[in-house]
């Protein structure tokens, strides 16, 4: 475990925040990210939260009639997410690897502005489920990849997010990696592989307020109304 949190503090540089969700009241273990060997200043930007905490700092947050600080241009990720933060303070690790967890203030520093992605690699977690759980913390406009090894699941959750108007540019892709054999003067790709890596699913989070998306002659889109069509020919 670790692996992806790992990736994503590594191509963050020691900036911004990487929010580590779990489902669960026990912190997973992130041993793999002690294998990359990260400086302190890597290490202090990975947090970890669980998905009931968040949803309580938004709960609170939704209910407090507050006026929202200036954003830092400093991005934060949850576990897949990064999003701006405002210029809170956070602890620094005292043991690599250690787990920290953020304070009430900025979880609902968090929840009140939303995190400005969200990459999400759980392929026991129904992706339809996760969408619903995680995408009330992005912000608009924010970009999402969600993996699974299966193509089903995700196509599901693609018609989900048209339905609802949740998302804009949804695509789809199987990305395909091929092992290779490394040794002297017997480089080459392996002859025996499997034949996917798993699917991926990406698109960006939008926030609609009209009504739900139709589905017209079999079809679904929003349509062209009759004002602006006429315009269009």
């Given at each position: 475990a670790g692996l992806l949190q790992g990736a994503l503090v590594e191509r963050l540089g020691g900036h911004g925040v990487v929010c580590a969700v779990q489902d669960g009241g026990k912190a997973a273990a992130n041993d793999l990210v002690r294998s990359?060997?990260?400086?302190?200043?890597?290490?202090?930007?990975?947090?970890t939260v669980s998905l009931s905490d968040l949803q309580e700092a938004k709960a609170q947050?939704?209910?407090?009639?507050?006026?929202?600080?200036?954003?830092?241009?400093?991005?934060?990720?949850?576990g897949g997410n990064v999003e701006?933060?405002?210029?809170?303070?956070?602890?620094?690790?005292?043991?690599p690897c250690s787990q920290h967890k953020p304070s009430a203030e900025e979880l609902r520093n968090w929840t009140l502005h939303g995190f400005t992605s969200l990459v999400m690699g759980?392929?026991?977690?129904?992706?339809i489920t996760a969408v619903e759980n995680l995408m009330p913390f992005l912000a608009s406009s924010a970009p999402f990849?969600?993996?699974?090894p299966w193509q089903g699941p995700l196509v599901e959750c693609m018609n989900h997010l048209y339905e609802n108007r949740q998302a804009i540019g949804l695509q789809l892709f199987e990305p395909w990696?091929?092992?290779?054999?490394?040794?002297?003067?017997?480089?080459?790709?392996?002859?025996?592989?499997h034949g996917t890596g798993g699917y991926l699913m990406c698109g960006i989070k939008v926030t609609d307020t009209t009504e739900p998306m139709v589905k017209a002659g079999g079809k679904m889109g929003g349509g062209i109304?009759?004002?602006?069509a006429k315009r269009c020919r």
């Amino acid at each position: 475990a670790g692996l992806l949190q790992g990736a994503l503090v590594e191509r963050l540089g020691g900036h911004g925040v990487v929010c580590a969700v779990q489902d669960g009241g026990k912190a997973a273990a992130n041993d793999l990210v002690r294998s990359f060997n990260f400086t302190e200043e890597h290490y202090r930007t990975l947090s970890t939260v669980s998905l009931s905490d968040l949803q309580e700092a938004k709960a609170q947050t939704a209910s407090m009639e507050v006026a929202a600080p200036p954003l830092s241009s400093t991005p934060t990720e949850l576990g897949g997410n990064v999003e701006n933060v405002p210029d809170t303070p956070i602890k620094h690790f005292r043991k690599p690897c250690s787990q920290h967890k953020p304070s009430a203030e900025e979880l609902r520093n968090w929840t009140l502005h939303g995190f400005t992605s969200l990459v999400m690699g759980a392929p026991t977690v129904d992706p339809i489920t996760a969408v619903e759980n995680l995408m009330p913390f992005l912000a608009s406009s924010a970009p999402f990849v969600i993996y699974s090894p299966w193509q089903g699941p995700l196509v599901e959750c693609m018609n989900h997010l048209y339905e609802n108007r949740q998302a804009i540019g949804l695509q789809l892709f199987e990305p395909w990696f091929r092992p290779h054999q490394v040794l002297e003067n017997r480089t080459h790709p392996e002859m025996s592989m499997h034949g996917t890596g798993g699917y991926l699913m990406c698109g960006i989070k939008v926030t609609d307020t009209t009504e739900p998306m139709v589905k017209a002659g079999g079809k679904m889109g929003g349509g062209i109304s009759n004002k602006r069509a006429k315009r269009c020919r």
